[in-house]
């Protein structure tokens, strides 16, 4: 995955704010834990923690909107993009890897500074 699609805080805190980027609907991804999720997350944000991402990308729309109530965007969107974070970004790289093995690659950003950078700079 090339640099230019890991983004800064700010990037990310524009995407959470208007659910946009670069004329993209964005979904914001947390690959954390549900406990650490319960404690803070990027507004918007929705959750799969990385240990069931294998498997969520296995499962049908249908089973997929079931179990997590929302819908992921298509790898080959050319409307929709995904951005993914967790707490400071080694998960991030496992989830980007595993997201591209299935087809996401010009949609998929991700935000390296994850919950520990945006947790702090978003209360300035």
Not at 102 to 115: A, E, S, V
Request: glycine share 6%.
């Amino acid at each position: 995955m090339a640099d230019e699609n890991s983004l800064s805080f700010d990037q990310t805190r524009e995407i959470s704010n208007a659910g946009t980027f670069n004329n993209l609907a964005v979904t914001i991804l947390d690959v954390r834990t549900t406990a650490e999720v319960s404690g803070g997350r990027i507004p918007k944000a929705v959750n799969i923690p990385v240990a069931e991402l294998e498997q969520a990308l296995e499962l049908t729309t249908d089973q997929f909107k079931d179990k997590y109530k929302f819908v992921l965007p298509k790898h080959d969107s050319k409307t929709e993009a995904l951005l993914v974070y967790c707490k400071s970004g080694m998960r991030t790289k496992m989830a980007r890897e595993t997201l591209a093995k299935h087809g996401y690659k010009d949609n998929l950003y991700t935000y390296l500074g994850g919950w520990d950078e945006y947790s702090v700079r978003d209360k300035k």
